[in-house]
């Protein structure tokens, strides 16, 4: 079955970095785009990068220049680089499997930003 295993949040100053990461198993991972999302308190889930199994990515306006998507098929993981972290970050990530959104979600892993 398909699991997805979220890693790399914590506690950061503003201005600061974290690289998160997703690791799949359960299906072909190369074949498949994949998506971070973030859930703030009392805000609906967002996307905030997603990538295609051909490298293409697309970001939200709010991380565009700061956070960077990748993927590493071998490993089968996929990461997200969070650069100049502002307290407006904080909040917990998800990968999501596919270019679109399904059904598959990890269990998220919490970024603070935070002084």
């Known amino acids: 079955q398909v699991q997805l295993v979220e890693s790399g949040g914590g506690l950061v100053q503003p201005g600061g970095s974290l690289r998160l990461s997703c690791a799949a198993s359960?299906?072909?991972?190369?074949?498949?785009?994949m998506g971070w999302y973030r859930q703030a308190p009392g805000k609906q889930r967002e996307l905030v990068a997603r990538i295609t199994n051909a490298y293409n990515t697309d970001y939200a306006e709010s991380v565009k220049g700061r956070f960077t998507i990748s993927r590493d098929n071998v490993k089968n993981t996929v990461y997200l680089q969070m650069n100049s972290l502002k307290p407006e970050d904080t909040a917990v990530y998800y990968c999501?499997?596919?270019?679109?959104?399904?059904?598959?979600w990890g269990q998220g892993t919490q970024v603070t930003v935070s002084s």
């Open positions: 359960g299906y072909i991972f190369s074949l498949d785009g």
């Open positions: 999501n499997k596919g270019f679109y959104q399904s059904n598959y």
